[in-house]
């Protein structure tokens, strides 16, 4: 069983940052992919960015790339999501997710993954 609690969402100006926090527990951290999903109001549920298990890869969906970056922290059980740029269509509810072992890129796009926070509200706006 993992457990994630999302932190650090908050309201911020079009162009600003913000740095979203995932805490994990559970002792085998290291064997789980992270990602990074959002669901904006009457939207699906889209993925943002994953990293898998050794942190040495990272991937982003298209519309966070290069804005975006995705990073973990084995030592403190820590999955964090830096938020730059920003824009009005970041707007939405992140949620941070675990899943267990291998997993192709294509995999870790996609919504399969087994643990899911509560989310964290990001709203961006003038």
């Known amino acids: 069983q993992v457990q994630l609690v999302e932190s650090g969402g908050g309201e911020v100006q079009p162009g600003g940052s913000l740095r979203l926090s995932c805490a994990a527990s559970g002792r085998t951290f290291n064997n789980y992919n992270m990602g990074w999903f959002r669901q904006a109001p009457g939207k699906e549920r889209e993925f943002v960015a994953a990293?898998?298990?050794?942190?040495?890869?990272?991937f982003y969906a298209d519309s966070v790339k290069g804005r975006f970056t995705i990073s973990r922290d084995s030592a403190r059980n820590m999955v964090y999501l830096q938020l730059n740029s920003l824009k009005p269509e970041d707007t939405a509810v992140y949620y941070c997710?675990?899943?267990?072992?291998?997993?192709?890129?294509?995999?870790?796009?996609?919504?399969?993954?087994?643990?899911w926070g509560q989310g964290t509200q990001v709203t961006v706006s003038s």
């Open positions: 997710s675990a899943v267990y072992g291998y997993r192709s890129p294509g995999d870790l796009k996609s919504p399969i993954y087994d643990y």
């Open positions: 990293i898998e298990r050794s942190g040495d890869m990272t």
